[in-house]
């Protein structure tokens, strides 16, 4: 890996339209605050959260939304370069590794890889499944999204979940950490005063 520090990858726009920095975001908005991620809640929103068996450590969030899924996963990353492309280079690697095919784009959040991971049905017959990997860098974080279901392919479904992507706001906290770490994330606190 060369030492050279890779760009920022990010909408010219960010700071206005999002992804946030917890600095950027409206302070009187109702988000679910999720530790290294805060969302804002919406009609048909649905939140999980996706935990690593052994160590039951929060690793990702899981939203479903107009028909398609957005997984998100908040990092630490440097305050003068970005990660994406060194990430981007790391899913195009896995996913040929496990036989699929992978093509970059530019898309409405910068370069993105759209994705045909092969699978296997309930029946145990081989299928497709398409999948589209944004990121984007921020002041002293990398939030990845992963897109599934209907948003993966079509344009409709797409904007209201890059619209979703773009709302999300990453709390990087002052905490020193080493670039590539997962931020925290965090049960969201029970909605008594909602």
Not at 85 to 104: A, L, N
């Amino acid at each position: 890996m060369s030492d050279e520090l890779a760009p920022k990858s990010a909408p010219i726009n960010r700071s206005e339209n999002g992804p946030f920095d917890e600095a950027e975001a409206n302070p009187v908005r109702p988000y679910i605050d999720l530790g290294g991620v805060k969302v804002l809640p919406r009609e048909g929103l649905n939140l999980r959260l996706e935990v690593e068996e052994q160590t039951k450590r929060i690793v990702a969030v899981g939203l479903d939304y107009a028909g398609s899924t957005l997984q998100v996963q908040p990092f630490a990353a440097p305050r003068s370069s970005g990660l994406w492309e060194e990430t981007r280079e790391q899913i195009r690697e896995q996913v040929r590794q496990q036989g699929g095919r992978v093509e970059e784009r530019e898309g409405p959040l910068g370069p993105e890889l759209l994705a045909e991971v092969p699978v296997a049905g309930a029946d145990g017959a081989a299928g497709k499944r398409l999948a589209r990997f944004v990121g984007v860098d921020g002041p002293r974080w990398f939030l990845r999204g992963v897109i599934g279901g209907a948003a993966a392919s079509d344009v409709a479904a797409a904007e209201q979940v890059e619209d979703l992507f773009r709302s999300i706001v990453v709390v990087r906290g002052t905490t020193p950490m080493p670039p590539r770490d997962l931020i925290p994330l965090k049960m969201p606190a029970s909605p008594g005063s909602a």
